[in-house]
């Protein structure tokens, strides 16, 4: 007898042989003769069909009596049907191994199922250990192991060196006003001494550039996100990359095929859950094939004046912007250009224009918005001081950022690409938390 996935044996390979299964009671009903028990694994549910005659009364009350989410494993034969799953099992014996008391039964019933907005609901958040278990959930899960598998497939394949940065630093990397602040470790000098959450690995992965030249990592980030909004978490997941000897084009290269390569391979692995969330598989492939077009922030900026949308030169473009804007576009696009006032010190300057910083945003479609930020660094001792005093930052938190500079400055680039972002993205989920198995906002900790 061999031990099989629920998802072997609707393939069909194992038709008219006996398996062993291990799962999960998804539903069971019948009479006190017959069972018919839905059971799920990680990969499907099949049903499972228990004679009292065959497996005898105490396995068959045994059966009976396992609830939702009870867990167990039948042994028995694959017969094909022309049922619902195509296929069935005749149980022809059964071990419970997890059961579940009747008076804590299951609390995700079908009624709580069938809410209109399953992202938001209180209940399901409370229980999100349980939520995980749901069909939905799953399909989005294993979205997200294929995106993250894209993303390292991608930079080792290109040569990249995975490099780790600490989560604990001294300063902000992308403004302060959305650091998490942690007290650390108080001194006899500096009773109040705190470090911050890493917002990005950027400034520590500069600091190998000239050892690695090229490096990524995916990593957790952190950001104290008061807006509450359908994109933003407290802890993200975060892809970043740093090359050397690169400008803005070169790392927008990067980030293009970085992006079409998730696509691609989540076409290939996950087709058949994209399927079921409802997703068209045009526009994912769209996504993966076509070229992602560059456009300034200027001219975005008019289009949406054009449109109607209030907005002012210089200032960043926020999700309602973003959203408006995105609606129509057929792939992503690069906003390139921004002004140097709406963006962080560690932006180079267009030195055909010093209003602008050398940068790109790159802004997925669908109303979703941007998932990549990055651009080239100020790379030379000067600007660097210079950007610094001009932004009124103190120098100190940053003197090994400056180093850098200071011995061997060398023109060098990156990005960052929202992890969870492109899985909510390609996934068509309405909501940042779908894609997440715990998601962190400014109200939920737990579970
Ligand atoms: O645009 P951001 O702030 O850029 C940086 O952090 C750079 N230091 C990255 C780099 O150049 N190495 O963040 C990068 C991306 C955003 O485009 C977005 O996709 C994602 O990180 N992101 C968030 N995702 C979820 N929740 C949040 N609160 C996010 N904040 C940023
Ligand atoms: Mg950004």
Redesign the pocket.
């Known amino acids: 007898m061999k031990t099989g996935w629920i998802g072997d044996v609707l393939s069909g390979d194992l038709d008219h042989q006996s398996v062993e299964l291990k799962g999960w009671v998804h539903r069971s009903r019948g009479s006190n003769k017959m069972r018919f028990v839905v059971l799920r694994d990680s990969t499907g549910t099949i049903q499972c069909v228990v004679k009292r005659d065959v497996v005898g009364d105490e396995m068959f009350e045994d059966v009976k009596s396992a609830l939702i989410e009870s867990s167990l494993i039948f042994r028995g034969n694959v017969l094909p049907t022309d049922r619902e799953h195509g296929h069935e099992i005749q149980v022809e014996s059964v071990e419970i191994v997890g059961p579940v008391n009747p008076e804590t039964p299951y609390p995700i019933t079908q009624s709580v199922m069938d809410v209109d907005n399953l992202s938001e609901n209180a209940f399901l958040l409370d229980n999100r250990h349980l939520y995980l278990r749901t069909e939905r959930m799953t399909q989005m899960l294993k979205i997200r192991s294929s995106v993250f598998g894209a993303i390292h497939q991608y930079f080792r394949n290109h040569d990249f060196i995975e490099y780790q940065a600490p989560n604990f630093v001294a300063g902000a ?2 403004g302060g006003s ?1 650091l998490f602040e942690v007290p650390y470790f108080p001194t006899e000098e500096n009773p109040d001494r705190k470090a911050y959450l890493t ?4 400034l520590y ?1 500069e600091a190998a550039m000239p050892a690695l030249e090229r490096l990524y990592t995916i990593a957790p ?1 952190f ?1 104290a ?1 008061k807006s509450r909004t359908t ?4 802890e ?1 997941w ?1 892809a ?3 090359i050397a000897w690169a400008g803005n084009n070169d790392v927008m290269e990067h980030g293009e095929a970085v992006v079409r390569k998730i696509a691609q391979t989540v076409l290939d692995e996950r087709e058949k859950e994209l399927s079921s969330l409802g997703r068209d598989l045009e526009l994912i492939t769209r996504y993966a094939d076509n070229p992602y077009p560059r456009i300034r922030y200027d001219e975005a900026v008019e289009t949406l004046q054009k449109m109607g949308v209030e907005i002012e030169w210089g200032q960043d473009l926020d999700y309602s912007k973003e959203k408006i804007l995105t609606q129509d576009f057929e792939v992503p696009h690069f906003l390139t250009h921004y002004p140097k006032v709406a963006k ?1 010190f ?1 932006h180079r300057v267009d030195p055909d224009d010093e209003k602008y910083v050398l940068c790109h ?2 802004l997925a479609p669908e109303g979703y918005g ?6 080239e660094r100020t790379w030379s001792e000067d600007e660097i001081l210079k950007r610094i005093d001009e932004e009124g930052t103190p120098r100190e938190p940053y003197q090994f950022y400056i180093d850098v500079r200071t011995y061997g400055g060398v023109p060098h680039g ?5 992890v ?3 899985c909510a993205w390609l996934a068509g989920a309405d909501h ?1 938390r779908e894609v997440i198995p715990f998601p962190r906002d400014s109200r939920r900790v737990y579970p």
């Not at 994109?231 to 407290?234: A, D, G, V």
Request: aromatic share 10%; no cysteine.
């Open positions: 990397v992308e959305t917002q990005s690995w950027q992965a980030s950001r996100e994109r933003h978490l407290s993200f975060h970043e990359m740093e962080p560690y945003d790159l941007e998932i990549i930020g990055g651009g990156g990005f960052g690409l929202g969870d972002r492109v940042i």
